[in-house]
């Protein structure tokens, strides 16, 4: 993939380049009312090309951390549920426990006082 990268930004050069050296007569802008300043033609489509590119690049950095923000809320929550589960989890282990030892302790007591009846009689 890099190199894919490499020579897309190599032939997007080439293309500058080649192209400012075609267009080099001053052209005038007009920035604001009275303001006029004359660069060549080449320059400023490449100024033009490159605050684009910044833009673009701010833009991708903002849905990066939008993203990242709902990403992170996403998360948070999924830990909070995953949290409950696990108290939930343990508290049924508790109980069917309990449930293991009833059972056990009738048993222990049903076996004692049939003793206590054989001992009796």
Known sequence: MRQVN???????????????IENT??????IIKGV????????ELIL????GAVFAW???????????????KEVRVRDTRIQEL???VERYK???EQQRLLPAAKTV???ATTEAELVSQ
């Open 36 to 43: 006029q300043v004359q660069a060549p033609l080449s320059i």
């Open 86 to 88: 696990e108290e939930d």
């Open 48 to 51: 033009a090309m490159g605050i």
């Open 94 to 96: 508790a109980e069917i």
């Open 58 to 72: 701010v833009f991708s950095v903002w849905t990066r951390v939008q993203r990242m923000v709902e990403t992170g």
């Open 25 to 30: 007569e001053p052209v005038p802008i007009h």
């Open 6 to 20: 490499f020579v897309v930004i190599f032939v997007i050069c080439l293309a500058l380049v080649l192209f400012g």
């Open 109 to 111: 007591v049903e076996e």
